[in-house]
């Protein structure tokens, strides 16, 4: 499987911005849909951004607005810029490449990373 590599995380105030990174073993980050997942704690991690490989993306409500998925594909890499952030955007957040279900429901396909952790408090 594809190994993903997540960081940019940190300590921020509410109200400030992170650029999170993601790489992967492979060339997987450049022709695939990918997406971002955060594991707030004692939640389950959840999928909130996500973007198709020709650059449709969605977002999760909480995040709408406020948090943009990317990807470069010359650096076979992918991005997620959070603004505005808030205390309950702190999570540890993972990368993934996505595949899809018959009915349209994306799935990781990818194995976990470590994550990175973002940390919003004042």
């Known amino acids: 499987q594809v190994q993903l590599m997540e960081s940019g995380g940190g300590l921020v105030r509410p109200g400030e911005s992170l650029r999170l990174s993601c790489t992967a073993s492979t060339s997987a980050l450049s022709i695939s849909a990918v997406g971002w997942y955060r594991r707030a704690p004692g939640k389950e991690r959840v999928l909130i951004a996500s973007?198709?490989?020709?650059?449709?993306?969605n977002y999760a409500d909480a995040v709408q607005d406020r948090f943009t998925i990317s990807r470069d594909t010359a650096k076979n890499t992918v991005y997620l810029q959070m603004n505005n952030l808030r205390p309950e955007d702190t999570a540890v957040y993972y990368c993934?490449?996505?595949?899809?279900?018959?009915?349209?429901?994306?799935?990781?396909?990818?194995?976990w990373g470590q994550g990175t952790q973002v940390t919003v408090s004042a």
């Open positions: 993934q490449i996505l595949g899809t279900y018959d009915t349209g429901i994306y799935y990781p396909r990818g194995s």
């Open positions: 973007s198709t490989i020709g650059g449709t993306t």
